[in-house]
T-cell receptor, first 118, second 114 residues
Framework: AQTVTQSQPEMSVQEAETVTLSCTYD???????LFWYKQPPSRQMILVIR??????QNATENRFSVNFQKAAKSFSLKISDSQLGDAAMYFC???????????????FGQGTILTVHP | EAQVTQNPRYLITVTGKKLTVTCSQNMNHEYMSWYRQDPGLGLRQIYYSMNVEVTDKGDVPEGYKVSRKEKRNFPLILESPSPNQTSLYFC?????????????FGSGTRLTVV
């Protein structure tokens, strides 16, 4: 079974600065997808960015980018030019490529609370 | 608007009183799933469904039931709720079991069992 670990329960950053959230995972599969979800106080789960494991190039979405290290099973999220609206809980998640034995399950890490200081 | 609609948003109930949390999606998604979110544990899968009349247990199914009689609906049933089921619940759907699309989530149900 796959596991996802976020070792930073809380992080903080100054507005306009850069912050990196860490995520590691464990799997025996070679093809899979990784995601970062944002959960603001409204509780809505918002997809921030996704990465296909077969792609070496790191995904980027505006101010959000990832550092995907497949051999190390590491998937960190970098937020550049942090804004007050980035304050939220962030979850790292794993999903198998084609269902596999996990039947489409999204496996989540424990979450990291990000605080943005003005 | 493509969405997953989950109701109610908040619910306080007493131990042992049966309740149902409804979930409906308008995207014709095959795959639907229920999760519970607890502090320090992230989100954990309760049950999932790969299509109509096809459901199976996730990681934490004890005390829960589901049904999938129609493709759009996937209710979560707690027949005898207990305080340890106090949690934040999410319904989610996906176009398939394959990974690229991730999930579309409902807005969550905060359940308190006293």
């Amino acid at each position: 079974a796959q596991t996802v670990t976020q070792s930073q329960p809380e992080m903080s950053v100054q507005e306009a600065e850069t912050v990196t959230l860490s995520c590691t995972y464990d799997t025996s599969e070679s093809d899979y997808y990784l995601f970062w979800y944002k959960q603001p106080p409204s509780r809505q789960m918002i997809l921030v960015i996704r990465q296909e494991a077969y792609k070496q190039q790191n995904a980027t979405e505006n101010r959000f980018s990832v550092n995907f290290q497949k051999a190390a099973k590491s998937f960190s999220l970098k937020i550049s030019d942090s804004q007050l609206g980035d304050a939220a809980m962030y979850f790292c998640a794993y999903r198998s490529y084609a269902g596999g034995t996990s039947y489409g399950k999204l496996t989540f890490g424990q979450g990291t609370i990000l605080t943005v200081h003005p | 608007e493509a969405q997953v609609t989950q109701n109610p948003r908040y619910l306080i109930t007493v131990t042992g009183k049966k309740l149902t949390v409804t979930c409906s999606q308008n995207m014709n998604h095959e795959y639907m799933s229920w999760y519970r979110q607890d502090p320090g544990l992230g989100l954990r899968q309760i049950y999932y469904s790969m299509n109509v009349e096809v459901t199976d247990k996730g990681d934490v199914p004890e005390g829960y039931k589901v049904s999938r009689k129609e493709k759009r609906n996937f209710p979560l049933i707690l027949e005898s709720p207990s305080p340890n089921q106090t949690s934040l619940y999410f319904c989610a759907s996906s176009i398939s079991t394959g990974g690229y699309y991730g999930y579309t989530f409902g807005s969550g149900t905060r359940l308190t069992v006293v």
